[in-house]
């Protein structure tokens, strides 16, 4: 077997956990490899070892049969490897020639950077393999699938032959994704080899020869990806049988709690991330507003909830016009929020367990009187939701938060915000990076929300919890809603096409 | 001693743990520092005892009097001021905001008090109230500025302070002069009813400056205290000073917020401008340059932890460094060398993250 | 016009120490540090360069005559070694670069009064006479315009100071280090993925501005003063500091902003000569300079946006 990398027996720790145990990826020349595993599996420490940012405790690496010592990027490069990282390493204000050459500046007279030469060879590269970019174009002005095609340059520009991706899919359009999956195809027919880290178990049928399984930084095992189901390999990721169905009775829709009339709202570079949006919520039901990252629903979300000014149209919480509202009367009025970054916006680090759970009341009766606060209040609110919910920390209510899962920490976030039963719920990608039995659970809990007559706004970018979870699909684009969905009746397709914008499907009215 | 080992390892015993760690090394550099210039550090330590409780150990043994309780005196004259600078950056900090303004609040707190005192008629008890509440309140305005165009316009609160710093400085100079009867290094000496200062407390302490300003400042750290840890008030700024962005999500105004704060700790830093000008002189100075105040309280509130309590030891410490200056200089120590332990320990405390692996590498953690 | 001539020969010369560390600010923020210190290594400059004069100027032959020349190389190198603690602290520690700062600043006032006692018995520098002196060139300060301007009665430094500008303009924007250094400010996730040490660059950027601001110190001390004092530097490094952010992070943005700061300074000195001037007091003049720094900073408040990693320290870990 002609091995072009083999990862033997790997072990890499951090401080109180093992990211990679005992870890073995042999990857064929010539092959498209796949590394599967859910967040936090191991697959991008591992990739990371190979790469040369970390160096692994235990294990041996070879590259075309001898054994190497990889101990910086430097030395990965030397020997042709390369890596196209999921958030992208460019500098936004450079140049795509700048980014590609950083560290390997051909230079002429005097030491000065010798940028005609550096974007011709960036030109000859991008024609050869297919990925158009335009050489003095800065970062921040290009789109993401260029940016994307840029890391690859990076790669390329160093000679690689073996490529690693880093989870390169999450932030494309199906478009996009269609051309990305073609120019793999292309680049392996020229004799390069691919790693493909990814939890995508359509793409991984799309393309790869093999996957490898990852679980918990443990090794599961490796499949030929033509003879596998990805019920089968579903089932090696998680270790246990999966069914991708949740458990529901139909809704049952009431009163329309938010209506969101042609509302604008800007974003950070004074572009309309929201563009003339309207959108009906009602009570009893959850619509899930689905798109590609980056097509305005978390302007969206911060609109509603008030952290973000809305630069014309309405929000009508209740029949009430709210735009002008600040965050705080908002919450009062009814609205939960549970944030799309709970370590940004849900939860002050620092603070205990308690003094989060009062985050949104402790101005209030029983929590304070009289702007003194109340610690014995405040202790019996924060131990009631504990129990309720069911969330595990070192110390109960005085747990640092910080120390506490990912999961729990969102729990945490989730019984604070339920408890208050707010008429409408709007819950921002609530699952993101967590493991599977914290989001069972929180799905449960939406659902709960629903049948006991509340709207939940449900915002998401994986398409499995779209489909299952909710009852209506609103799908977002470029700002605006182009199409209203029953879940039952559409199904990944329809949906992919909607939020590439090819398609403006059917509004169903809400009757 | 393993014991000993896993305690010093533990890390919520670094919270106290840190700014010992970084006392004890700044004195051991500063003794270094005058081993290497010559100076025997022993000096320095009896300096600090003198200062601090008023006993000479140079004079035991020898039939004269060992105990001066001026020095005891003096040594709460110099720790009262930076006491409050202290809190008043120790406040700031506990809101996410560097008050290095301190001094420049100090100084207009000062001033307004000695121009109530100069200019305004009225009943001694009552201008007495009035120079007090008008110094915190001249304070509050100057670490208002900086507060406010930090929360509007997001201007580093860093160099805004310095150069109100600087303004305060050259502005009250001017007005200082203004002032009927002033000469050109200083006002008229106020009238008797009108400071702070203590025939009584002068008495018990051998004719030290010590005045009853220590009351306005025992008030002011219960006031600390009480703000942070028992108001909604506190738990707003501490959520704020923690991350901003949840604060937001909380519904808390963040902007106002930080220029609250900033009013707060303007205020505390105008109070220790007025119990310097009312108690331990009775007159307002030209100064030819900024007296340090606000540098000391940064380092007050750096080895305190930003607390109530930490300000008041902080203060305590650092004061003893100051009161030893002029026995220091008399002794043949440069007096500087107090500035260069007070910076080393601040210098210490900034390298917590490394101190702080060396003791878990101690306590056995891997 | 006479008076307008020698206003800009003043603010040419004022503004010299303000642009000389404000390209050491530039570096250091550049690599992704922030050194609000630099006062304190200005101090550190100006103290070191005063006291290796007054002992270089008693010396014969070549050492004698380029007394004031080896006492800002002296300078310069004081500042390089101090910036190494807060390159520890910042780059190593991952401490508060704000606080680590503040810091050296009091260390600064501190130790260069405490060893001036050491060495001169007093609470100053000894007085020196080879400082540098106002020179007219003789045949460039006759060309029409700028020979006045530029050639006359002006200290040498002054040109040393213009050539350090367009150096670092070279260096940043030419080189293949200085693309690393931006980089660095801005990403440096992405400068150690392409294998390029992210220490070492911040290192460098900080030991840079330690240098320049001990440079700057020590041209302060050896044009405008016979000595260094406590009250020698008054500021003028965290004026340099807000020319840096007042001029964009870069070498032509912050050679206006400090010929601007440099300007204000001198307001004070002809007030006499203009009528409306001479009304205001003296104080309200000394105060100017940064009264108009902190009202720059709110006028530029929304269009600063300074090198996108600053003052983060650099975690391996994160990604």
């Not at chain 1, 309309?272 to 309207?278: C, E, F, I, R, S």
């Not at chain 1, 599977?436 to 449960?444: D, P, T």
């Not at chain 2, 909380?250 to 930080?258: L, P, Q, S, T, Y």
């Not at chain 3, 006479?129 to 020179?135: M, P, V």
């Amino acid at each position: 077997m002609d091995y072009v990398i083999e990862m033997l027996n790997i072990t890499k720790e951090f401080p109180g956990i093992k990211a990679n145990d005992d870890v073995t990826l042999k990857v064929e020349k010539g092959e498209i490899h796949a590394l599967l595993g859910e967040n936090g599996a191991g697959k991008s420490t591992l990739m990371s070892v190979l790469f040369g940012l970390y160096q692994q405790e235990k294990g041996v690496i070879k590259v075309r049969g001898e054994e190497v010592n990889i101990n910086n990027p430097n030395i990965a490069n030397k020997y042709g490897i390369g890596m196209v990282h999921q958030h992208f390493k460019l500098v936004h204000n450079f140049t795509v020639t700048e980014n590609i050459v950083l560290g390997m500046e051909p230079t002429r007279s005097f030491g000065r950077i010798d940028i005609a030469r550096a974007a011709k060879k960036v030109k000859e590269i991008s024609e050869r393999y297919g990925l158009s970019v335009d050489p003095y174009a800065k970062i921040e002005d290009i789109t993401v699938g260029m940016q994307q095609r840029v890391e690859i340059l990076k790669m390329l520009y160093r000679d690689a032959e073996i490529l690693i991706f880093d989870e390169p899919t999450a932030v494309l359009t199906p478009q996009e994704i269609e051309e990305l999956m073609s120019i793999m195809k292309e680049l392996v027919s020229e004799g390069k080899s691919i790693v493909l880290i990814t939890h995508k178990l359509r793409e991984i049928k799309m393309v790869a020869d093999h996957c490898t399984v990852l679980r918990r930084g443990k090794y599961i095992g490796t499949v030929d990806v033509a003879d596998t189901t990805e019920e089968q390999m579903a089932e090696m990721m998680v270790g246990r049988e999966v069914s991708f169905e949740v458990e529901k009775g139909p809704s049952n829709p009431t009163d329309v709690i938010l209506s969101i009339k042609d509302l604008k709202v800007k974003n950070s570079r004074g572009l309309y991330a929201v563009n003339g949006l309207n959108l009906d919520i009602k009570a009893g039901e959850v619509l899930c507003v689905a798109g590609i990252d980056g097509n305005g629903q978390s302007e969206l979300i911060q609109a509603i909830t008030g952290l973000t000014k809305v630069d014309s149209g309405k929000i009508l919480f209740e029949g009430k016009d709210i735009e002008k509202e600040s965050v705080r009367h908002r919450t009062l009025m009814g609205m939960g929020h549970i944030p799309e970054d709970r370590h940004k916006h849900g939860l002050v680090l620092e603070f205990s367990l308690e003094d989060n759970m009062a985050l949104q009341s402790y101005f209030r009766e029983p929590l304070s009187h009289n702007g003194i606060l109340q610690p014995d209040a405040v202790r019996a609110y924060s131990d009631g939701l504990i129990e309720m919910f069911d969330i595990r920390s070192g110390q109960g209510s005085v747990t640092q938060v910080r120390s506490m899962s990912g999961g729990n920490q969102q729990k945490a976030i989730i019984a604070r915000e339920v408890e208050r039963s707010p008429k409408l719920l709007i819950a921002a990608q609530p699952t993101r990076g967590l493991d599977v039995g914290a989001i069972e659970y929180i799905h449960e809990r939406l659902i709960a929300e629903r049948d006991a007559g509340k709207a939940v706004l449900l915002m998401s970018l994986e398409m499995e919890e779209v489909l299952n979870v909710s009852d209506k699909i609103a799908v977002i684009y470029e700002g605006e809603i182009v199409g209203v969905v029953n879940a039952d009746e559409t199904n990944e397709n329809e949906l992919g096409l909607m939020m590439a914008g090819s398609k403006k499907g059917k509004v169903t009215t809400n009757e | 001693m393993n014991k000993f080992k896993g305690w010093l390892g533990n890390e919520k015993n670094h919270r106290f743990l840190i700014p010992l760690i970084a006392i004890l090394l700044g004195f051991i550099v500063g003794s270094l520092v005058m081993i290497i210039s010559g100076i025997n550090p022993s000096k320095l330590f009896i300096s600090l005892t003198r200062s601090v409780f008023g006993i000479n150990l140079d004079k035991i043994g020898t039939g004269k009097s060992v105990f001066n309780p001026r020095y005891v005196g003096e040594y709460f004259v110099y720790c009262m001021p930076i006491v409050l600078t202290g809190l008043s950056v120790a406040f700031a900090f506990r809101t996410g905001l560097f008050n290095i303004g301190a001094e420049g609040q100090l100084m207009v707190g000062s001033f307004a008090s000695i121009l109530i005192g100069i200019m305004v008629p009225g009943p001694s008890f009552l201008i007495l109230i009035l120079m007090i509440l008008g110094g915190g309140l001249a304070g509050a305005i100057w670490g208002f500025v900086p507060g406010y165009l930090k929360a509007r316009f997001n201007v580093h609160e860093v160099v805004v302070t310095i150069m109100m710093n600087y303004t305060a400085l050259y502005l009250t100079n001017y007005y200082y002069k203004q002032l009927p009867g002033s000469s050109n290094s200083k006002t008229i000496e106020l009238d008797e009813g009108l400071t702070l200062k203590s025939e009584f407390l002068s008495s018990i302490t051998n004719n030290s400056r010590l005045h009853w300003g220590f009351i306005i400042v025992i008030i002011a750290i219960i006031i600390f205290w009480f703000i942070i840890e028992k108001t909604t008030f506190g738990y707003e700024l501490k959520a704020v000073g923690y991350n901003p962005h949840a604060a937001r999500y909380a519904g808390m105004k963040v902007e106002r917020n930080a220029a609250l704060s900033m009013m707060i700790a303007g205020a505390y830093a105008g109070l220790g401008g007025v119990i310097i000008a009312i108690g331990t002189f009775g007159y307002g100075r030209v100064l030819p340059a900024a007296e340090g105040y606000g540098f000391d309280g940064i380092a007050v509130a750096l080895v305190g932890g930003n607390t109530a309590l930490g300000s008041l030891f902080g203060g305590l410490l650092f004061g003893s460094l100051k009161a030893a200056q002029p026995i220091m200089q008399s002794s043949g120590i440069p007096r500087d060398i107090a500035i260069i332990i007070s910076s080393m320990i601040v210098l210490f405390v900034a390298m917590q993250n490394g101190i702080k692996l060396v003791l878990k590498h101690i306590g056995g953690a891997k | 016009m006479d008076v307008l001539y020698s206003m800009i020969v003043l603010t040419l010369i004022f503004s010299t120490p303000i642009i000389i560390t404000a390209i050491g600010g530039m570096f250091s923020e550049r690599s992704g540090v922030v050194n609000i210190a630099l006062e304190g290594m200005m101090m550190i400059g100006g103290f070191f360069a005063a006291t290796a004069i007054v002992f270089l100027e008693k010396s014969d032959g070549w050492v004698g005559t380029s007394a004031p020349w080896l006492a800002l190389l002296i300078g310069l190198i004081a500042g390089g070694l101090v910036s190494l603690i807060h390159a520890y602290l910042s780059v190593n520690l991952g401490a508060d670069q704000v606080i680590s700062g503040t810091a050296i600043n009091l260390l600064a006032g501190g130790l260069t009064i405490y060893l001036s006692q050491i060495i001169f018995n007093q609470q100053r520098t000894e007085t020196f006479q080879a400082g540098f002196i106002k020179t007219t060139y003789a045949g460039l300060s006759k060309i029409p315009l700028i020979g006045p301007a530029l050639f006359t009665n002006i200290y040498p430094t002054v040109y040393l100071a213009l050539i350090l500008v367009l150096v670092s303009w070279f260096v940043l924007y030419q080189t293949p280090f200085g693309l690393r250094l931006r980089a660095t400010g801005e990403h440096p996730h992405a400068v150690d993925s392409m294998g390029i040490n992210v220490y070492k660059m911040r290192y460098i950027g900080v030991v840079l501005s330690g240098c320049f601001a001990g440079l700057g110190g020590a041209v302060m001390v050896l044009t405008f003063d016979t000595q260094y004092t406590a009250g020698s530097i008054h500021g003028i490094g965290f004026i340099a500091l807000a020319a840096l952010i007042f001029g964009q992070w870069k070498p032509a943005g912050l050679l206006g902003a400090s010929l601007f700061f440099g300007f204000s300074q001198i307001l004070g000195i002809y007030a006499t000569s203009f009528d409306f001037l001479s009304k205001i007091p003296a104080e309200y003049f000394n105060a100017f300079p940064y009264v108009l720094t902190v009202i720059a900073l709110v006028v530029f408040s929304g269009k600063t946006v300074g090198p996108k990693a600053a003052g983060e320290p650099y975690d391996k870990g994160q990604r």
